[in-house]
Every structure is written in C-alpha cells, then in structure tokens.
C-alpha cells in the first residue's frame, strides 16, 4: 500500500465520526443507517454491552426516540489502517441535549463525554462502520439516561 493510499483510507474512515455525529444532531436516521455495512453493529454509550445488530435496528434507535436537540462535538479522531479493506480507530465524543424543547437556542442538561472504538471496512467500494463501541467516561450536570435493557428483536437479533 502506498502512502498516498493509507492517506486516502484514514481520510475517508476518519470523516465517518464526523458524518455519524451530523446525522445524528439533524435527524437524518436514513443517512446515518448507511454508514454502516448491513450486519454493523452499534453499542451505545449510555449503553454498552447491548450492541445493536443491523442496519434497520441502529436506524431505530435514532429513528424511534422522542425529538431532542442534541449536538455531538467530536474530537480526538485517530484511523489505524489495518489492511486496503480495514481499519479502526477510536475518538471522543461531547453530547450537549435537550430533551423538553426542541427549538435553538436551549440550555442543555448536561455535559456527557465518553467516545467510540470503531472498525471499519471497505463495503462495496464504499468506507462503512463494521461496528461502533461507544462508552460514557464523564458528565456533568444532568441525569445519565438510565435506558431499560434493549430486547433482542429491539437489538437485531431475532
């Protein structure tokens, strides 16, 4: 591989933080399912340990939750290429939301930082998560989401 190839790939996997994050804060659950391949796997942050299976399973997470304003401030993103068709990476994530009002400007409730072991694959000529393992470190100020336990159908895996 050559540098210029290396580059290229750690280019477009270390865009897909920031794609992820865009999508997420605008609402777009159609373009934010296809950054993954068709069997990705999505853990969340305030959640881990119940990975979600699947395209249509990550796309509901976002898709089925009440409105909220959010913003995701992603930083520290480092792309490891493993091979012309892999890599992995990891990054940090700031998670500011509102859950009453969904209207800008609002006080957020809080501040949450964790971040985000990620595994990438050339999928089709296209760069797309293989999985996605997000964990929380620190907050401050508002409540941890305390989220029931996922089903496995909820999960993908039914």
Request: proline share 8%; net charge negative; hydrophobic share 40%.
């Amino acid at each position: 591989m050559t540098p210029e190839q290396r580059l290229l790939i750690e280019q477009a996997c270390g865009k897909l933080p920031l794609l992820f994050a865009h999508y997420a804060d605008i609402g777009d659950h159609a373009a934010l399912k296809d950054l993954f391949t068709a069997d990705g796997t999505y853990d969340r942050p305030f959640q881990p340990g119940y990975p979600f299976h699947g395209r249509d399973a990550i796309q509901s997470i976002f898709r089925d939750r009440p409105p909220i304003l959010v913003r995701h401030i992603v930083t520290n993103v480092l792309v490891e290429v493993v091979s012309e068709t892999k890599a992995r990476g990891t990054n940090y994530v700031t998670m500011l939301s509102n859950h009453a009002n969904t209207e800008m400007p609002q006080e957020a409730g809080g501040i949450f930082v964790g971040g985000f072991a990620d595994e990438y694959v050339l999928d089709a000529g296209t760069w797309r998560f293989a999985s996605r393992a997000g964990h929380l470190a620190l907050h401050q100020g508002g409540t941890i989401p305390a989220f029931p336990p996922p089903t496995d159908e909820a999960r993908g895996l039914k």
